[in-house]
């Protein structure tokens, strides 16, 4: 096979993807191929990732646990620390039982698996993150869309299916930062044979999780958490069907049980709210100040605020002027999103300090003149 020319289209369409060297720990300041710039395209919206007392927990789990977990859960891989962080995550969403998995894109998978012969439908939003859409698609489980956040679609949609059936939600959209209406969707599939399923990759730390009885819940634990994995929560007959029936769960390599030792202090950390007072003010300054400067972003109160720019070369142009500026905010493209709808996107976190949004953003408003 030769791709060289698929690889040429991407190029000659300015959606050829490439990566940027991190030669420093994840945080607000960091260097980037060598530069040093200011971040404002990281999910770790807490400043958790390179935080002491989260490295020092984690010195001390390598030190009690080793580097590895060597087998997967269901043979040696289970470790004490697994079983008490799924433990506190149970408690920190108000959840009988909590099930550990390497990642979101993993555990959303592992979900659609277990359930692949207990539904016979699926509707998801229209905006949903790629790993529900492909995870229902790759278990070969039936999905339609509906349009984003819109409760009278999903409705319209709910109304043609029989049988049992799952409604899936991203909770922040994550290219968007919006958020889905929880509670008006649990309205809607109420007295029917319909379960609720949300992603909460994005608002997982931030926000207080609204989880209606009887739904699934997934986040993960590399964003806000500022470490690693995901994890789901809800009824213990639930979590025990996902470690008997999800596939990705049972074949693969559990994560390294010093990862769950600072995890366990990422909890801590999160519920001192602390860093969530300070993200939440950073937020409402960014978006004042925007609003000052005239700058048009979507409405959004999440930590991501995305600026709408259309056309992909544009928002390529853009993100550069920015780089050599000394700030870095990735220019998203299709396929992440919508043809003629790339963007920049803004992530705010709690260790930025006003003068770096207040510079950044004039910035911004300098280049899209």
């Known amino acids: 096979m030769n791709f060289s020319n698929k690889i040429s289209d991407l190029e000659k369409n300015h959606l050829l993807r490439s990566r940027r060297i991190a030669n420093s720990a994840q945080g607000t300041k960091m260097k980037i191929d060598n530069k040093d710039v200011i971040n404002f395209c990281s ?35 289970h470790s004490e620390s697994h079983k008490l962080l799924e433990e506190s995550l149970a408690e920190f969403t108000g959840q009988e039982s909590a099930l550990l998995f390497s990642s979101g894109y993993s555990a959303n998978l592992g979900i659609f698996s277990a359930l692949r012969d207990e539904i016979e439908w699926s509707v998801q939003d229209k905006l949903n993150h790629a790993s529900l859409i492909d995870g229902c698609r790759l278990v070969g489980l039936p999905v339609q869309r509906y349009h984003h956040n819109n409760l009278e679609s999903l409705a319209n949609k709910i109304k043609k299916q029989s049988g049992p059936g799952l409604v899936v939600t991203d909770n922040v959209f ?27 990759a994005h608002g997982f730390g931030i926000f207080d999780p609204i989880i209606p009885k009887h739904s699934i819940y997934m986040a993960t634990l590399g964003k806000a958490a500022g470490v690693m994995g995901a994890f789901v929560s809800g009824d213990k007959d639930f979590i025990e069907f996902l470690i008997q029936k999800s596939r990705p769960y049972t074949y693969t390599t559990a994560l390294p049980a010093s990862l769950c030792h600072a995890l366990q202090k990422s909890l801590e950390l999160i519920s001192q709210g602390e860093q969530r007072e300070k993200l939440i003010n950073n937020i409402q300054h960014f978006r004042s100040m925007a609003g000052q400067l005239g700058l048009s972003f979507e409405e959004s109160n999440s930590a991501i605020q995305p600026l709408i720019i259309g056309s992909s070369s544009k928002a390529l142009l853009i993100s550069d002027v920015l780089f050599k500026e000394g700030f870095f905010v990735s220019a998203i493209r299709p396929p992440t999103v919508p043809p003629n709808s790339a963007r920049l996107r803004f992530t705010v976190a709690a260790n930025h300090t006003l003068k770096q949004i207040d510079a950044l953003l004039e910035k911004v408003n300098d280049a899209m003149a």
Not at 174 to 184: E, H, L, V
Request: aromatic fraction near 4%; charge should be negative; charged fraction near 25%.
């Open 174 to 200: 994550s290219m968007d930062g919006d958020r889905a209406n929880i509670q008006g969707i649990a309205k809607i599939i109420d007295k029917s044979n319909t379960t609720l399923m949300q992603d909460d």
């Open 43 to 77: 999910n770790d919206y807490l400043s958790l990732a390179n935080h002491p007392k989260i490295k020092e927990a984690l010195v001390q789990g390598v030190e009690k646990y080793g580097a590895g977990s060597g087998a997967s859960h269901l043979v040696s891989g």
